[in-house]
């Protein structure tokens, strides 16, 4: 099926591999959470109109559908149907949830071939299983870090808050077909990229048009879930190892600004696609 007018977003890197942004649908997460170290005063101005009584902040879960000549990727999954509805209040989740969504934008659930994540948190390893426990993605293989499935099926109470064990556990024989061991490519012009940081197995995704114009694209997970986070110093409460984020967050963010990378933003609802250029001793996110 062809990419559509459905799709929110979608580009012709060359080669020809196009990407599609598909939008998993909304939640709500805390705002001072969302800023970690940084003072509220130099944030609050930010949110004004975003942050609700509860102050929380909007948050979209976007994925990507990649399209290559050698077969489809999905990045990410979302917060899938599987929720209960006391998160679903908590976190005010709004659908429609991954499949529903691709298939509005034009793509079949079962046409995809590989499905990517950034790393195995609620709100991005959710929408792996329909709500009666079969596969969304009956033909695809799972691509996360090894280092990301032993640490969330683990038992260290810091760091296994983040991830809903028994639903991870109902999908760790697929998910374990596709462990990756550091940086793989996952489809011609497609990578893995290990960052850790944000949780101990996080991986980025890029990926590499081929010819004359070829772009490339970063999917930076939530090491950049939103515009702010283009200042490596600030990284969020979720992120399990702070110091690793901002090392991986200058290294990556340089490179992208370098070599004028499109940039697709984790959480961010209404500006989604950008690129980063340098800043004093930090970056900027801009817009596209
Ligand atoms: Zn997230």
């Not at 929380?56 to 990649?66: D, E, F, T």
């Not at 980025?204 to 879930?225: E, N, W, Y």
């Not at 499109?262 to 609802?269: D, G, P, R, W």
Request: hydrophobic content about 45%; aromatic content about 8%; glycine content about 10%.
């Amino acid at each position: 099926m062809a990419i559509n007018d459905a799709v929110d977003w979608s580009l012709d890197l060359g080669g020809p591999i196009r990407v599609a942004l598909v939008q998993a649908g909304t939640f709500r997460s805390d705002a001072g959470a969302l800023f970690g170290p940084v003072p509220r005063v130099l944030w609050g101005g930010l949110v004004n109109d975003e942050v609700d009584d509860r102050h929380r902040l909007l948050q979209a879960l976007n994925c990507l559908l990649i399209d290559t000549p050698s077969g489809r990727v999905l990045v990410e999954t979302g917060i899938g149907e599987r929720v209960d509805d006391k998160t679903r209040e908590m976190r005010d989740y709004q659908g429609p949830w991954i499949a529903s969504a691709l298939e509005t934008a034009g793509f079949l659930p079962e046409s995809v071939n590989v499905v990517a994540m950034s790393h195995l948190h609620f709100d991005h390893a959710g929408g792996l299983l329909r709500a009666d426990g079969s596969r969304a993605f009956p033909y695809a293989t799972i691509v996360a870090q090894r280092a990301e499935w032993e640490i969330a099926l683990g038992d260290n109470p810091r760091l296994i808050a983040s991830y809903v064990q028994p639903e991870l556990q109902l999908v760790e024989a697929w998910g374990r077909q596709g462990w990756a061991d550091g940086e793989r490519e996952i489809m011609p012009g497609v990578s893995v990229v290990p960052t850790g940081g944000h949780s101990t197995g996080h991986q980025a995704v890029i990926v590499r048009g081929q010819g004359p114009g070829a772009r490339t694209l970063a999917f930076f997970g939530d090491l950049m879930m939103r515009p702010w986070a283009a200042n490596p110093r600030w990284v969020t409460s979720f992120d399990d190892f702070p110091l690793d984020s901002v090392a991986r967050k200058a290294e990556l963010f340089a490179q992208a600004a370098d070599e004028d990378w499109i940039v697709v933003l984790s959480h961010e609802k209404d500006h989604p696609i950008g690129r980063l250029v340098r800043d004093r001793d930090r970056f900027r996110y801009v817009p596209d």
